[in-house]
């Protein structure tokens, strides 16, 4: 894999990644970092962008004399989701407990009320940081532009946004599951666990694998009240302003869903914590108290919406034949399929040379509440 990536553990193939090394001046990175943290006695945990990764051992080096609670992140490539448990450590002074996330490996006390220092530009990863360690201030060195600053990101206001989101997935009544990813470990144990999730949350679910998703193509699927993402970490966060329709990731849609999670102030973007086994993952309650099961009040609409909707169980195949080509082959297709044959414009695709050409037509005249040929009441 060569560029930039999230070191998400691959599925089946081992994977050598090539991140690529981009210059970084380590006396200036160094000099900004005393600027920000003017006290010897600040702790903070430095992390970077995997393309300075070469270059911290030599950063740290540069503050490890003046900082003695400085800690440094350390990349960590999974190439196998399941390895062989590690030995028990020789007898004397144990390491400290290690955080593994977002293919980095930190001590797990460097987080608790630290500050965070980065080394990289502003992205997805440097927003992922900050939402899933939204207790730590941020502050960032941009080697590429040489400044260094405070991070101003309205944490609060980017979660209230997602918070928003969740509360638009409980108003939903038929979701879209999008495949955006074939090879990271585990995303098909995720989409069984969506559609489970969902399922008994009284809501249909469609899995669709549109690549990458676009405002254009999923605007073919208006009937889909929400969108969930099954990405990698990295890009699970993704700005849906300009799509018909909200995207939103798998910790989110279990927070709508799921009676048994509640809102602790935490955010999740690797939707392997929420499988069975996961640091996060919580059992759907079987069965649900008298409180839960009567109706709440929409904070969108104002509308009261039942705890569980009731609806059939959708087949999983259609039994119905069709003609899929001019041969009169007979093809099995699904009832979603069948929706998407019966419309008139059905995506992307130009189909040039396919589609009749036809005249144009007069059509109505007026303004939508009185058309001119329709009959006044």
Same mark, same amino acid.
């Given at each position: 894999?060569?560029?930039?990536?999230?070191?998400?553990?691959?599925?089946?193939?081992?994977?050598?990644?090539?991140?690529?090394?981009?210059?970084?001046?380590?006396?200036?990175?160094?000099?900004?970092?005393?600027? =920000?943290?003017?006290?010897?006695?600040?702790?903070?945990?430095?992390?970077?962008? %995997?393309?300075?990764?070469?270059?911290?051992?030599?950063?740290?080096?540069?503050?490890?004399?003046?900082?003695?609670?400085?800690?440094?992140?350390?990349?960590?490539?999974?190439?196998?989701?399941?390895?062989?448990?590690?030995?028990?450590?020789?007898?004397?002074?144990?390491?400290?407990?290690?955080?593994?996330?977002?293919?980095?490996?930190?001590?797990?006390?460097?987080?608790?009320?630290?500050?965070?220092?980065?080394?990289?530009?502003?992205?997805?990863?440097?927003?992922?940081?900050?939402?899933?360690?939204?207790?730590?201030?941020?502050?960032?060195?941009?080697?590429?532009?040489?400044?260094?600053?405070?991070?101003?990101?309205?944490?609060?206001?980017?979660?209230?946004?997602?918070?928003?989101? %969740?509360?638009?997935?409980?108003?939903?009544?038929?979701?879209?599951?999008?495949?955006?990813?074939?090879?990271?470990?585990?995303?098909?144990?995720?989409?069984?666990?969506?559609?489970?999730?969902?399922?008994?949350?009284?809501?249909?679910?469609?899995?669709?694998?549109?690549?990458?998703?676009?405002?254009?193509?999923?605007?073919?699927?208006?009937?889909?009240?929400?969108?969930?993402?099954?990405?990698?970490?990295?890009?699970?966060?993704?700005?849906?302003?300009?799509?018909?329709?909200?995207?939103?990731?798998?910790?989110? =849609?279990?927070?709508?869903?799921?009676?048994?999670?509640?809102?602790?102030?935490?955010?999740?973007?690797?939707?392997?914590?929420?499988?069975?086994?996961?640091?996060?993952?919580?059992?759907?309650?079987?069965?649900?108290?008298?409180?839960?099961?009567?109706?709440?009040?929409?904070?969108?609409?104002?509308?009261?919406?039942?705890?569980?909707?009731?609806?059939?169980?959708?087949?999983?195949?259609?039994?119905?034949?069709?003609?899929?080509?001019?041969?009169?082959?007979?093809?099995?297709?699904?009832?979603?399929?069948?929706?998407?044959?019966?419309?008139?414009?059905?995506?992307?695709?130009?189909?040039?040379?396919?589609?009749?050409?036809?005249?144009?037509?007069?059509?109505?005249?007026?303004?939508?509440?009185?058309?001119?040929?329709?009959?006044?009441?």
């Amino acid at each position: 894999h060569y560029g930039p990536a999230c070191l998400s553990p691959c599925r089946k193939l081992p994977v050598l990644h090539v991140l690529g090394r981009r210059p970084l001046d380590a006396e200036r990175c160094a000099g900004a970092f005393r600027e =920000l943290h003017p006290d010897p006695q600040s702790r903070v945990a430095v992390l970077s962008d %995997v393309a300075y990764a070469h270059a911290m051992a030599e950063l740290e080096q540069r503050l490890r004399p003046d900082y003695p609670h400085v800690v440094f992140s350390r990349l960590v490539c999974e190439a196998d989701p399941s390895p062989e448990p590690a030995p028990d450590p020789p007898p004397g002074p144990r390491p400290p407990p290690l955080l593994r996330q977002f293919g980095r490996e930190v001590p797990v006390a460097a987080l608790e009320a630290q500050a965070v220092f980065y080394v990289g530009g502003e992205g997805l990863p440097l927003t992922n940081l900050m939402l899933s360690w939204n207790r730590c201030p941020f502050s960032s060195f941009d080697p590429a532009t040489g400044r260094a600053r405070h991070e101003t990101l309205d944490v609060n206001r980017a979660l209230r946004r997602r918070l928003y989101l %969740v509360e638009r997935v409980r108003d939903a009544r038929a979701v879209g599951i999008l495949v955006g990813t074939l090879g990271v470990a585990g995303y098909r144990e995720a989409l069984q666990h969506l559609r489970d999730t969902l399922r008994r949350a009284g809501k249909r679910s469609f899995t669709l694998a549109v690549g990458k998703p676009s405002p254009a193509k999923l605007a073919n699927f208006p009937e889909l009240d929400i969108f969930v993402l099954v990405a990698c970490a990295q890009n699970s966060l993704l700005d849906s302003h300009d799509f018909y329709r909200p995207v939103v990731t798998p910790f989110e =849609l279990e927070l709508a869903c799921n009676p048994a999670r509640t809102w602790t102030g935490s955010y999740l973007t690797d939707f392997r914590d929420l499988l069975p086994g996961g640091s996060a993952h919580l059992e759907f309650p079987e069965a649900l108290g008298t409180e839960d099961e009567g109706a709440d009040v929409s904070l969108i609409t104002g509308e009261l919406r039942a705890a569980r909707l009731s609806i059939e169980p959708v087949p999983l195949a259609s039994t119905a034949l069709a003609c899929r080509s001019q041969t009169l082959d007979l093809a099995e297709i699904s009832p979603a399929a069948s929706f998407l044959q019966s419309r008139s414009w059905q995506g992307l695709e130009q189909q040039l040379g396919q589609t009749p050409v036809r005249k144009a037509v007069e059509g109505r005249r007026g303004i939508a509440i009185a058309y001119e040929d329709e009959a006044c009441g």
